[in-house]
């Protein structure tokens, strides 16, 4: 086991130097003058020298990059050029309300997802098994703006129940802050939801059929025993991994259910740099979300490893 | 018995007299983009002028039909020649640190626009060449050249006069927690969220300011925008599309307020940039004459803005003082465009239009397209992110560039850099000596009624040649609850938080 961690930890780092040099290498392909771009409707050609130099936007490529990687080395992932503020305390900034998104999101997953795909396995071929499909089509092929602007209008404009954009922090109120994730967090795991049902019908089918599953019903275990016991606990080992997949997917950024929402997250932060050309922005927010993204898949590796015995031979 | 029922009326009138005094009113205000660095030294977005209509008062203001006025001035004179400006100061005016407003804290304020690293007034007021310090309430700015556009300049972020205290400390960090003399005190600012002001107890002209807290939030979807203010979510919302404002009359809870801007629309024509310029377009103001007049500008406010723009020809809208009458939108007329292209030699000219990939910007081009085809036009349009077309039109990689300027309460800010010899964004190359002397000679006058003059000189001649045609001007419009009154609608486009109540 810690020789399996140790060699895993080990490649996390060059995963995240060849990730960085992608970061960097991409964001030069935007196209258009970064200097150009921030110095605003007026275009003075003084600014945009003094921005260019500033930014260091007049050095050659391999130089920009070691500033940069030099910065981050020391925990300086730079400074947004637009708001004149640090890239680190966006990323602070944004990180919780990010996460509480992504972890209400999935929890709506997994509530509307397992149980789904568990009874449409249970029930296959019958009525209850097509209508589950059918949510599943449903959630898969709903474009999230759409249907994050028909929630806005419906629980919003028209009944005035819920807020239809913002977030309010927990610690300043509770309920409020609830009331304006509910619906991002439904919108998010809905399509979440649609996945999972489908893995956790696929692996429940599989497992229900297999022989140690019939033993447990030849054995006279309830049916709810044998579904919930033996067979669930066997089908979630690739829910779980896809929950890891979807959750390090959502804390990159929901962009356009941000977009909708005006949820202050990365997604937002993320498109709003990417069109101010807000350099370090874009670069520090997709080191973080990808350093995050490695994480949660060594998490679950970690998991698989210890719940699967087949890997520790 | 009567003294538990004295007690509890005594209670009950403490406790209502608790309510009354924290209830607090709120205006939260929706905005079309998130704001930048909230410093008027180096800011750059129109949205955060909104913002600092708040909290940084300015030495001078405009009225609602363009007049300038002080506002931490109270008056001004120019002497000199015109070559230099003595401004008279308010006195008692204090900034949210509880500083001093004077003469002193106007000549830092003036200098560090001036003179700190990438400011991006020192372009406005670069006329400037020393400020001095007459009396505790007076300055005098002396000018290299009479430049009477200084004034307007004075009325916009270059005369948002800062607390020396506030800027000596947080340096290039001022924008942060920016410290001025306007009505709302900076309390926070969470990026792409809020921007929230508290009412400055001690501000000048506190007779005025009836709201105590103003919450700002970028919200930059216009459907999501509208869907906030019909919930309740915002009490205010600024420039919504003209494809909402039916919905919005239509709901009996809701107001909206229009004016016309001082910017506008238009398509800047290649006429020497390098090799792009080299085509029947950018080389012959007959051709461009023809585009100009296959251009149905009343059609596409109608069919794309609901009629709610205003059809323009020129760098002004027909509504402003300086708008040259004698030169009025011109109507379609493809016969006469036709002739013109025929006696050009180019009966069917091609080019291709640049347009920011926006909705609205590509709408317009696709109309432009289709309008111009009558007259035998082929027109290529060329869909482009704004920050790269910004690059291509400046280096010359187009042949025309659909594009906007949010305009400036001067004329000469819509007009000198866009059109004089080698002016900044003069993306086109166009040069004609004669409009400079024209447009120099506009500079250096007072009189709106002589400037006029020579603005309708230049206008003689830049509506025949055409390196930009001007299409049409925007109208702010704004939408707010019936729960808040007071609200005056400015050219500029800027929401003065000066006579605001929320009922």
Known sequence: MLTYLIRRIAIIIPTLFFVSIIIFGLQQLLPGDPALALAGEERDPQVIAFLRHKYHLDEPLPVRYGLWLGGVLRGDLGESVRINKPVLDLVLEKLPVTAELAGMAILIALLIGIPAGVISAVKNGTIIDYGANIFALWGLSTPNFWLGFLLILLFSVDLGVLPASGFVPPGEDLGKNLATLVMPAFVLGNAIAAVMMRHTRSAMLQVLSADYVRTARAKGLDERTVVLKHGLRNALIPVVTLGALEFGQLLSGAVLTEQVFTIPGFGKLIVDAVFNRDYAVVQGVVLCTATAYIVLNLCADIAYFLVNPRLRA | ?503
């Open chain 2, 1 to 503: 018995m009567k003294g538990i029922k004295l007690a509890v009326f005594a209670g009950a009138m403490l406790a209502a007299s608790a309510g009354i005094a924290s209830a607090e009113s709120t205006l939260k205000i929706g905005l079309a983009e998130d704001p930048d660095i909230l410093d008027p030294t180096i800011a750059r977005t129109f949205v955060g002028r909104i913002v600092f209509a708040s909290i940084c008062d300015k030495l001078f203001d405009i009225t609602p039909d363009l007049k300038i006025v002080g506002q931490l001035a109270t008056d001004y004179k120019w002497v000199d020649d015109n070559k230099g400006l003595v401004i008279s100061l308010r006195t008692g005016v204090q900034f949210q640190d509880g500083e001093p407003m004077n003469a002193a804290a106007v000549k830092a304020s003036l200098q560090r626009h001036l003179t700190m690293q990438g400011s991006t007034r020192k372009g406005e007021i670069a006329s400037v060449q020393s400020i001095d310090v007459v009396d505790d309430h007076t300055v005098k700015l002396t000018l290299s050249a009479p430049f009477s556009p200084l004034l307007a300049a004075l009325a916009d972020r270059a005369g948002m006069i800062l607390s020396p205290k506030a800027a000596e400390a947080l340096g290039d960090k001022f924008g942060t927690a920016p410290v001025c003399a306007g009505p709302y005190k900076f309390v926070e600012r969470v990026a792409q969220d809020r921007i929230v002001v508290q009412k400055f107890d001690n501000y000048w002209d506190k007779g005025k300011i009836h709201v105590d807290k103003i919450v700002f939030q970028p919200i930059p979807d216009n459907s999501v925008r509208v869907a906030n203010l019909r919930s309740g979510g915002l009490d205010f919302i600024e420039r919504v599309a003209p494809t909402d404002v039916p919905q919005i009359r239509g709901d009996s809870k809701l107001k909206v307020t229009t004016i016309g801007e001082i910017g506008y629309q238009g398509i800047t024509v290649n006429v020497d940039n390098g090799p792009q310029s080299k085509n029947p377009l950018g080389q012959d103001a007959r051709v461009r004459q023809a585009l100009d007049l296959s251009i149905d500008r009343a059609a596409i406010n109608q069919a794309l803005f609901n009629g709610e723009y205003i059809p323009g020809n020129q760098w002004v809208n027909p509504s402003n003082p300086y708008y040259v009458k004698s030169l009025p939108v011109p109507k379609r007329d493809i016969a006469k465009a036709k002739a013109l292209l025929k006696e050009a030699g180019v009966e069917h000219p091609s080019f291709t239009l640049m347009v920011p990939n926006n909705t609205e910007a590509q709408q317009v081009g696709q109309i432009i397209q289709s309008m111009a085809a009558e007259a035998g036009f082929d027109i290529k349009l060329q869909a482009t992110e704004f920050a790269s077309a910004l690059k291509l039109a400046t280096e010359g990689s187009m042949q025309a560039f659909q594009i906007g300027w949010s305009g400036r309460v001067d004329p000469d800010g819509n007009l000198y850099n866009f059109v004089a010899c080698g002016a900044p964004l003069n993306d086109g190359h166009y040069c004609n000596a004669e409009v400079d002397k024209e447009l120099k000679a506009a500079r250096a006058i007072d009189d709106p009624a002589e400037r006029l003059k020579h603005y309708t000189a230049a206008a003689q001649i830049l509506l025949k040649e055409l390196p930009i045609i001007y299409i049409y001007h925007r109208q702010w419009i704004y939408a707010y609850s019936t729960k808040v009154e007071g609200f005056t609608p400015y050219p500029d486009g800027l929401i003065r938080p000066q006579g605001l109540m929320v009922k």
